[in-house]
């Protein structure tokens, strides 16, 4: 049933400026919409800056059999028969009430609601439960989908070709823009909220999961009903992560869909292509059972491709019904009087079409091709194809509303730009100043630069035989040249050799890429992790040389490439400070990748980095400009390691040299961040948008940090107090140099951990879950009771000696050289002190390590049930240990077998800042993040509370 042919549609219709989620304001201009897709002219004036419009749904009265909610008010429909009414292009239902209501655009025009398309960040095809597609609005628990990882845009393999190129704008700096003046606008996405999500206007519940409903901003979180949102402010304030979050508007990225994930072009998805829209619909039409399906192509395109939309329509079918499901299919809102259909024929590579008659029906189709389904041609009217209308963007104005421009065949590029400046009113300008900018919003977002001589009309009408759909979803836009769309894209190149000249790794690289893929120069060389940041000034050679070096390996190593923003900081506001976020995707099975789609959903996704991908270094290259930012480490106590390490190498170069970090726990032990009071380990399901509030509140203290030197035996070498990690040598003939965080063992401890280390290496795929790692550690020490080991009576082979005095130890199986107050997931082997003992209380910040000895796997097991601590044998600065014989030694976790010779424990002269959670007060349990974006006021005005009530106590 089409718009032209249903009269309940034309007298129940509502006029309304409909407003796309991502886009302000109320300005559009549907009637111009189709214009550049069918080529016919439209009398619309130019100076319209709001114009009502109809909002493009194909309503009809549908009986529902089960229970179906209104997709605008989220209540369920009652009654009997013909409970509601139901767009048959997108499926959308509405209670016959709020049909004036209803503000959500059809999909067929959903994509021209858009003033700055930008491509989504698809994930791999996965499996999503209680979700709906954002096209079709059915719903995915069957269904392969893929998932925009930056703003949580859903859609069925099938329902590709109709997505809406309108993800969040994570980097959108301008050159010479003033920050002061700079406001955001909120990145609506409709549906797919959370069950218990309540609306910023009304507080009632707005959350569902039996429908596509609903709106949500993707930077502050804020959700409201559909009805609701458009009452809120237009102003996005990032709410209440706003103080750690990193504004688009100080970020540039200028190659941003050169490396995608989930990139459809490397990917086999044909098998799954017929999976699409049109027959998910089908489906639950009632029609299906005694229909005939048809495969219909919109160009020479799409049946190269063997791309096609299958249509099903009863086995009497006339042309003209085929046409109007043809359109439905095809998403294209337009009067099926202007199309037509043309049976397409393939002999020896050549085809030939056929154009169908109106006496013709689908039953004549199907006796010719002998009964299997015809393959036909969605063709339009071409009756004058010397001249038509295009529509004109203008990202510059504060207007989202395209200027119609009458062109013919031999209209050039540099008339278009006249007429353009003559209709957005800014005759004075001189059009050598401006560009023309083609843009094609297919599978993304493709443009380029028109040059002056082209004409656009001919291109156009030559998209339309390819491809219906392509030009219906090409659009134009005015740029002017000066505009910063040439900014230098910055490239980091890892797994290069190691300690060599920036001289040589230019060669390397050039030698790696074509001579069209120059780089322009090197930024930064970090010789000692071997790698390289390069920049490119022409945008095209930088696509070209990643796709080149991505897939290139130099000494047996695959390099690690990727594309790094540039943060402006003249744009930062003052009372920023970022958060930049490492998250190592190994850890903790699975949670370590559910940890990164998440932040990177409610931070800028700029500011999230994968530690499999290049390690911290890029991450730590990016903000090393800044004056101020904390870090966030989502990982285990070896990933912090691995992070502090990598910032004692580079932080000298940093403007901010320590920057204050916190741990989100992945790991199995996880007892630094015990020590912090950020937990034992994540959970899935908790409340992350929390957490990082807690980041922005937690105070921040100072963690010691200690080296610990194996010299080889028969050498002797001093530490002195200026020691770090940058001083050690790979010699074989050099002491072995490492930095400690948590403890140091040595025997029964390190044995244990050594075991586990090499059962995980065996076997990877089994260690992905912590109760299971736990069980196998707790296996390794059942199987050590009742046998002798080689760290039975370890005192005899050790000797120690404590800030330059020897200590006399006892019988013993273990050593443990503590700095914080947590060992074993949890345990404290040092136990709480009182007025009357000769030790001082354990802390990680006052220059003192624990020794505590252990006599045995019971012992230890005694430990972990807090049935008893550890033997305190001494606290000391600075230790010295000789063994005689090969032992097995932990430093942090990691084990090995260690020769004998000398150990030298000595204090690190760089200390790390760190982030301590505070205690808070009980609060009441919140179903939804924070909305208001005046949180450092808030926080001033508590603090200035508190003083005042502490003043009045005192007097």
């Not at 796309?20 to 214009?35: C, Q, R």
């Not at 609903?214 to 990032?238: D, E, I, V």
């Not at 540099?414 to 050598?432: G, Q, S, W, Y």
């Not at 998209?463 to 979803?473: F, T």
Request: include cysteine; charged fraction near 25%.
């Amino acid at each position: 049933m089409s718009s032209s042919s249903n009269p309940h549609h034309r007298s129940r219709i509502h006029k309304q400026a409909v407003i796309l989620p991502g886009t302000e304001g109320s300005e559009t201009m549907d009637n111009v919409a189709a214009s550049v897709s069918f080529g016919r002219q439209v009398d619309i004036s130019a100076d319209t800056e709001s114009v009502d419009t109809y909002h493009h749904h194909s309503f009809g009265k549908k009986s529902f059999h089960r229970p179906t909610f209104c997709h605008h008010c989220t209540e369920m429909l009652w009654g009997i028969t013909k409970q509601g009414q139901t767009c048959e292009v997108c499926n959308f239902v509405s209670h016959e009430r709020c049909l004036y209501n209803i503000v959500t655009p059809c999909s067929s025009v959903a994509s021209d609601r858009i003033k700055d398309p930008v491509p989504h960040t698809w994930s791999d095809p996965v499996q999503a439960r209680k979700k709906f597609c954002n096209v079709c609005r059915r719903r995915l628990d069957d269904s392969v989908v893929l998932r925009c990882e930056v703003c949580e845009y859903y859609a069925h393999l099938g329902c590709l070709d109709f997505v809406v190129s309108d993800c969040r704008k994570c980097a959108s700096y301008v050159r010479n823009k003033d920050a002061s003046n700079e406001q955001f606008k909120h990145h609506w996405r409709e549906g797919n909220l959370p069950h218990n999500g309540k609306c910023a206007l009304c507080k009632k519940t707005c959350g569902t999961t039996e429908c596509l409903s609903s709106m949500k901003c993707n930077w502050c979180w804020t959700m409201a009903h559909a009805g609701c949102y458009m009452q809120l402010p237009q102003t996005c304030t990032f709410g209440a992560l706003a103080e750690i979050l990193m504004p688009q508007s100080c970020l540039s990225m200028p190659v941003t869909n050169a490396f995608v994930k989930g990139d459809l072009a490397s990917k086999d998805l044909k098998a799954n292509m017929m999976d699409n829209s049109s027959e998910n619909r089908a489906k639950d039409d009632s029609e299906t059972a005694d229909g005939q399906l048809v495969k219909i192509y919109d160009g020479y395109l799409s049946l190269q491709k063997r791309n096609c939309k299958t249509i099903s329509v009863p086995k009497d079918a006339s042309i003209q019904q085929m046409i109007e499901a043809a359109l439905r299919a095809y998403l294209i809102k337009d009067n099926a009087v202007y199309y037509y259909l043309s049976a397409v024929t393939e002999t020896d590579g050549e085809i030939t079409e056929k154009r169908l008659s109106d006496p013709d029906n689908l039953a004549t189709l199907t006796k010719v091709s002998m009964g299997k389904a015809p393959s036909l041609f969605l063709r339009y009217e071409d009756k004058d194809t010397r001249r038509g209308t295009i529509k004109v963007f203008s990202s510059e104005l504060n207007t989202s509303v395209p200027r119609p421009i009458s062109i013919n065949s031999h209209i050039s590029v540099e008339e278009v730009i006249e007429m353009a400046l003559h209709k957005f009113r800014i005759e004075d300008a001189d059009p050598n100043d401006y560009s023309l900018w083609e843009v094609v919003l297919d599978k993304g977002v493709q443009e380029r630069v028109m040059e002056r001589y082209e004409c656009p009309w001919p291109q156009l009408i030559k998209a339309r035989r390819n491809s219906l759909k392509q030009m219906k979803q090409t659009r134009y836009y005015l740029r002017k040249n000066e505009q910063p769309t040439q900014e230098r894209a910055r490239m980091y190149v890892g797994n290069l050799p190691i300690n060599l000249s920036e001289f040589k790794y230019k060669q390397i690289i050039q030698k790696m890429l074509d001579e069209e893929s120059m780089f322009t120069s090197i930024d930064m060389v970090y010789a000692q992790y071997g790698s390289a940041c390069v920049s490119f000034i022409d945008h095209e050679a930088a696509v070209k040389a990643y796709y080149i070096l991505k897939d290139t390996t130099y000494e047996d190593k695959l390099l690690t490439v990727l594309f790094l923003p540039e943060i402006h900081l003249e744009m930062l506001p003052e009372d920023h400070c970022p958060l930049l976020v490492f998250v190592n995707t190994r850890s903790g099975g699975c949670q370590g990748i559910e940890v990164q789609d998440a932040l990177r959903k409610m931070l800028n996704p700029h500011q999230v980095f994968d530690l499999d991908q290049g390690g911290p270094l890029p991450g730590l290259h990016v903000f090393s400009q800044l004056k101020e930012y904390k870090a966030l480490i989502c990982g285990g106590d070896g990933t912090v390691g691995w992070v502090l390490s990598c910032l004692d190498d580079i932080g000298q170069e940093s403007v901010c040299s320590s920057p204050p970090i916190a741990v989100l726990p992945l790991g199995t032990g996880n007892d630094l961040s015990r020590v912090l009071k950020w937990g034992g380990g994540y959970q899935q399901g908790d409340d992350l948008y929390q957490m990082l509030q807690t980041v922005i509140e937690a105070e921040e203290v100072k963690l010691d940090r200690w080296t610990v030197v194996f010299e080889p035996e028969g050498k002797h070498t001093e530490i002195d107090n200026k020691s770090n990690s940058s001083n050690s040598s790979s010699g074989d003939d050099m002491p072995n140099l490492f930095v400690m965080n948590n403890y140091f063992g040595i025997g029964i401890d390190a044995d244990l951990c050594l075991g586990f280390h090499n059962a995980r290496e065996e076997k990877p795929e089994k260690f992905n879950n912590r109760v299971y790692n736990k069980i196998v550690y707790v296996r390794q020490g059942m199987q050590k009771l009742g046998r002798k080991t080689n760290c039975r009576e370890l005192n005899k082979e050790l000797k120690i000696e404590v800030d330059n005095k020897l200590l006399k130890l006892p019988t013993l199986e273990g050593i443990l050289i503590m700095n914080i107050s947590s060992w074993g997931s949890g345990a404290d082997p040092w136990g709480s002190s009182d007025a009357q003992d000769e030790f001082q209380r354990s802390s990680h910040d006052d220059g003192m390590l624990e020794i505590i000895g252990l006599t045995g796997v019971m012992h230890l097991g005694q430990i972990q049930g807090s049935l008893r601590n550890g033997i305190r044998l001494a606290q000391a600065s600075h230790i010295r240990i000789w063994m005689n014989s090969d032992m097995p030694v932990q430093v942090d976790g990691e084990p090995w077998m260690q020769l004998s010779g000398q150990v030298v424990v000595s204090r690190s002269a760089l200390q790390a800042t760190m982030l301590k959670k505070r205690k808070h007060r009980i609060a009441r349990r919140n179903t939804e993040p924070a909305i208001s974006g005046d949180t450092a006021a808030q926080r001033d005005q508590a603090k200035l509370v508190a003083v005042n009530s502490e003043e009045i106590a005192q007097i």
